[in-house]
């Protein structure tokens, strides 16, 4: 660079001292210089010149070259830049995300309760995933009906209709190929007939992810994410609904084999009835709030007449066949009035029906047990009929304690058998 420097100088001087001779030349005529020096000295200056400019000219074609580059460098490095910026943002989406999967396993761990399984499971993802917009929908899978099951779902809009209780055609795609789905956008998306879908009037939907929930090779349901935005999920978001269902399924079969072990502990084996101890909890409650609400309560006791002797005569299977299908009468005569089924002991059974007086009561219990006389029960071969006796007692009429309840309807019923059976009493 030293060298370079100086070689300019020299240049310039040589230059600037050929100038000079130029416009002095006509002193130099006057002395009589010789003009084959003077013609050599122009030719050597004109060199000189030539050399500068083009040295600068090179100079200046360098910088500029060195500039573009510099330029182009820059560029390349801001891209880069923006594409770390960009990888270290959806880092720290990840890392958040995945931060709290820990939370999600401890809401999970602390409650076996189907319905708080469902909630957290649904609202993680929609925070998490769809950051709180959108809709997402919770699926039970029925194993005997294979059909899927609505039972929980969080709407950006309250206002949006889910007439799918049942799933759609996205759902059962999902349960027929028990794997994760993903649109991107429904408009390009060839597995799925565009105006098929719309002719079902089925609600906006462009994109959206769904992951079945299976544990132990055993499809639970599933849990899918929607948007009426086409490109609202990406891989990443599948991914991490796929670990999240994963996790879920877990759980999920955890809370509804305790839910099955609570049902069974509240229900009788054989007629599928609520145990007695349960349905005397059920009753207490239910009379502290008809005295609170000022409400009439009625209650029925039914016992099967001369039930010994179908034992005695064709076996106590067919002492099963009876009390179930005097179950099956009593859960289908009296289904539109909301009742409480318990089998008492035996052959006696109880009947609670909230908000109802008793006037209403006497017409309800003797409908019931014209309907159970009048139903055929085939026993070895026989077609046989059964009668019931049913003694009424209605709260708080005719008591307002819920143990001095049960046993006015059972002194009512008794009441009944001693007046030839078949019939109704009440106090």
């Known amino acids: 660079m030293k060298q370079g420097i100086s070689r ?3 240049c310039l001087f040589l230059s600037l001292s050929s100038l000079i001779l130029l416009i002095i030349n006509p002193f130099f005529f006057h002395q009589k210089i010789s003009l084959s020096a003077f013609l050599i000295f122009i030719p050597a200056n004109t060199f000189i010149l030539f050399y500068l400019l083009r040295f600068f000219s090179d100079k200046d074609a360098l910088a500029l070259t060195q500039a573009e580059n510099i330029k182009e460098q820059i560029n390349v490095i801001n891209v880069e830049i923006e594409k770390v910026r960009d990888f270290s943002l959806s880092l720290k989406f990840k890392i958040t995300r995945y931060d709290n999967l820990k939370k999600v396993i401890e809401d999970l761990t602390r409650s076996l309760r189907l319905e708080v399984v469902v909630k957290v499971l649904s609202s993680t993802v ?5 950051n709180s917009s959108g809709i997402v929908l919770f699926y039970l899978l029925d194993n005997h009906s294979q059909k899927l099951n609505l039972i929980h779902s969080i709407k950006e809009d309250n206002q949006t209709a889910i007439r799918s209780k049942e799933g759609d055609i996205f759902d059962y795609w999902v349960l027929r190929h028990s794997r994760e789905l993903i649109i991107e956008d429904l408009k390009n998306d060839f597995r799925f007939d ?3 879908i719309r002719s079902r009037e089925m609600r906006p939907v462009l994109s959206l992810i769904s992951s079945p929930l299976i544990s132990h090779h055993s499809l639970l349901g599933l849990l899918r994410l929607e948007r009426d935005k086409s490109g609202s999920f990406n891989q990443d978001d599948l991914r991490f609904l796929s670990l999240v269902s994963g996790l879920g399924a877990v759980a999920l079969e955890n809370s509804l084999l305790f839910q099955k072990t609570q049902d069974l502990a509240i229900h009788d ?9 349960y349905f005397i909890g059920r009753l207490k409650d239910e009379a502290k709030r008809c005295q609170r609400l000022d409400q009439r309560l009625a209650l029925m006791m039914i016992d099967i007449d001369f039930f010994k002797q179908y034992n005695d005569k064709f076996g106590h299977t067919a002492g099963d066949i009876v009390l179930k299908k005097v179950s099956f009468l009593l859960k289908g ?3 539109e009035l909301n009742p409480l089924l318990c089998r008492f002991g035996g052959e006696e059974f109880l009947v609670m029906l909230p908000g109802i007086d008793k006037k209403k009561a006497n017409a309800v219990a003797e409908e019931l047990r014209q309907k159970i006389e009048k139903e055929k029960i085939l026993l070895r071969r026989q077609n046989t009929s059964i009668t019931v006796s049913i003694g009424l007692a209605c709260f ?14 059972d002194k009512a019923m008794y009441d009944a058998k001693r007046k030839g059976r078949n019939r109704v009493c009440s106090i």
Not at 396 to 409: C, S, Y
């Open 8 to 10: 300019k100088k020299i």
């Open 126 to 130: 929609y925070s998490l995933i769809s």
């Open 194 to 196: 565009l105006d098929a």
């Open 269 to 277: 084996d054989l007629t599928g009835l609520y145990t007695r101890q």
């Open 333 to 335: 005569g009296l289904s």
């Open 396 to 409: 708080p009429l005719d008591t307002k304690d819920d143990d001095e309840l049960i046993q006015q309807a």
